[in-house]
């Protein structure tokens, strides 16, 4: 994988851009923002913020016609998504998602982001890849 990442010198976030490597000539590309190394992690009370502002924002979607409901397993505490229900113009289901840990004794986590679901679908590549 190929990265470029974002970050203002402590932050609490950073944003991670990254490109998969090509599959027949095409790399699908995905959009996160996570916690930065050593930043504060997710608090209970700021994952329910959370997750009522992501539900809120989907049902805005969800009304337009143009996505749907998609959920990942629910291997977190809070795991929400939604996604394109047609391909984009480079053939890729596009699915957007937020995923947070605040309940296992493992350390917290944090990620959202907006991805092409497919390795089989994409653009040709942008980034160069060793």
Not at 19 to 29: A, L, V
Not at 79 to 100: D, T, W, Y
Request: proline share 8%.
């Amino acid at each position: 994988m190929a990265e470029q990442r974002w970050e203002v010198p402590g932050a609490r976030f950073v944003v991670v851009k990254t490109e998969y490597p090509p599959d027949h000539g095409k790399s699908r590309r995905s959009c996160e923002l996570e916690l930065a190394q050593g930043a504060t992690p997710i608090s209970a009370d700021e994952e329910i913020h959370l997750r009522t502002a992501f539900l809120a924002e989907r049902d805005v979607l969800l009304g337009t016609g143009r996505y749907e409901r998609w959920n990942p397993d629910p291997i977190f505490s809070t795991n929400l998504g939604i996604r394109l229900a047609e391909k984009n113009p480079f053939g890729c289901r596009v699915v957007s998602i937020m995923q947070i840990e605040t309940r296992s004794q493992s350390p917290s986590f944090f990620a959202t982001g907006t991805a092409e679901q497919d390795a089989a679908c994409g653009a040709a590549p942008r980034f160069a890849h060793p």
